[in-house]
């Protein structure tokens, strides 16, 4: 089995993309993957959403709407896992895709939409709970040496407690990653109508692949 845990801009079009090819795979592979979306906030992704030169008061602006977009994710993971992620991809097809500001009052939006108790929910939002979450997902990144999202960390619980770290989560990626793992062939994943295989690939590590 596969154990992945994906590190996330949660405000980022790229980290929806990439959370998307986690979920695909997880669907091709039915039980052989288990996987957590952790939100990541370093000056780095801060620094994707501000203009060439900010002030101070723009950076520290952003750095709150990121760290609250957290706290929101993970009061809607409270309410289980399923409905944590729904909420993310809602949070971020409301943020990218259809241009909105996050906010308080999108979040509550998104929350009714979810199906959340959302007395529960606004509770959680400033829970100790999810700060101390929040840390705690910031001390894994640490830990695993994340320094820029999207990042994945791919460990095959079946061979090995070493993990590596894929830098570039897109799906023909993570299918090298099983077949280099001798969990499924890349072809087998990859044989569907908007991911036709290339015939020149090979099975060998992509130089973004690092062992932990």
Do not use: W
């Amino acid at each position: 089995m596969l154990e992945v845990y994906l590190f996330v801009n949660p405000l980022g079009a790229p980290c929806m993309r990439s959370e998307q090819n986690i979920m695909k795979l997880a669907a091709r592979l039915n039980n052989k993957v288990s996987f957590q979306f952790v939100p990541l906030l370093t000056q780095q992704v801060v620094a994707r959403s501000l203009p060439a030169q900010p002030t101070l008061a723009e950076r520290n602006a952003q750095f709150k709407v990121h760290y609250n977009a957290i706290l929101a994710y993970k009061a809607a993971l409270f309410q289980g896992k399923r409905k944590g992620r729904d909420f993310l991809l809602k949070m971020q097809t409301a943020v990218v895709a259809d241009h909105q500001q996050f906010s308080t009052d999108l979040a509550l939006s998104l929350a009714q939409t979810c199906h959340l108790d959302i007395d529960m929910f606004k509770e959680d939002c400033s829970s100790d709970l999810a700060k101390q979450a929040f840390k705690t997902d910031q001390k894994l990144a640490a830990e695993m040496k994340i320094t820029q999202s999207p990042s994945a960390v791919i460990f095959n619980c079946d061979v090995s407690q070493c993990g590596l770290l894929l830098n570039d989560v897109t799906y023909e990626a993570l299918c090298e990653v099983c077949e280099s793992q001798g969990i499924a062939t890349k072809q087998s994943l990859m044989a569907e109508p908007t991911y036709a295989p290339n015939l020149g690939s090979t099975t060998t590590l992509q130089p973004n692949l690092h062992v932990l």
